[in-house]
């Protein structure tokens, strides 16, 4: 049973940076596709990142530069480095597994395709 749990989810200021990681279980890990995706206060769910497990990564436009997603295969766990958050940037943030290989290589607006899906991890960014 494929299980993902995120973590490293908090209140920070405007400019400031977070880490979160999503510890995996239930499967072969390093053959996955992993994402990061979001729902906003709104409703929105958007694509965040994604890393194909030849270490491909694509990420949506409105990172700018300011995020990073990598992974450990040894500790089945995928992290996301956000830098310079914007109040713009709160939401919830969840990670996400998929067993297609090539399933989301180059393309951040596959992530939403994922299988799998974590509960999430929130982040509030105070201006």
């Known amino acids: 049973q494929v299980q993902l749990v995120e973590s490293g989810g908090g209140s920070v200021q405007a400019g400031g940076s977070l880490k979160l990681s999503c510890v995996a279980s239930g499967y072969s890990y390093s053959s996955y596709t992993m994402a990061w995706l979001r729902q906003t206060p709104g409703g929105q769910r958007e694509a965040v990142a994604v890393?194909?497990?030849?270490?491909?990564?694509s990420f949506a436009p409105f990172t700018k530069g300011r995020f990073a997603i990598s992974k450990d295969n040894a500790k089945n766990t995928t992290y996301l480095q956000m830098n310079s958050l914007e109040p713009e940037d709160a939401a919830m943030y969840c990670c996400?597994?998929?067993?297609?290989?090539?399933?989301?290589?180059?393309?951040?607006?596959?992530?939403?395709?994922?299988?799998?899906w974590g509960p999430g991890t929130r982040v509030s960014v105070s201006s």
């Open positions: 996400a597994a998929d067993p297609r290989r090539g399933m989301a290589t180059g393309s951040w607006t596959r992530a939403d395709k994922c299988q799998y």
């Open positions: 890393i194909d497990d030849g270490g491909s990564r």
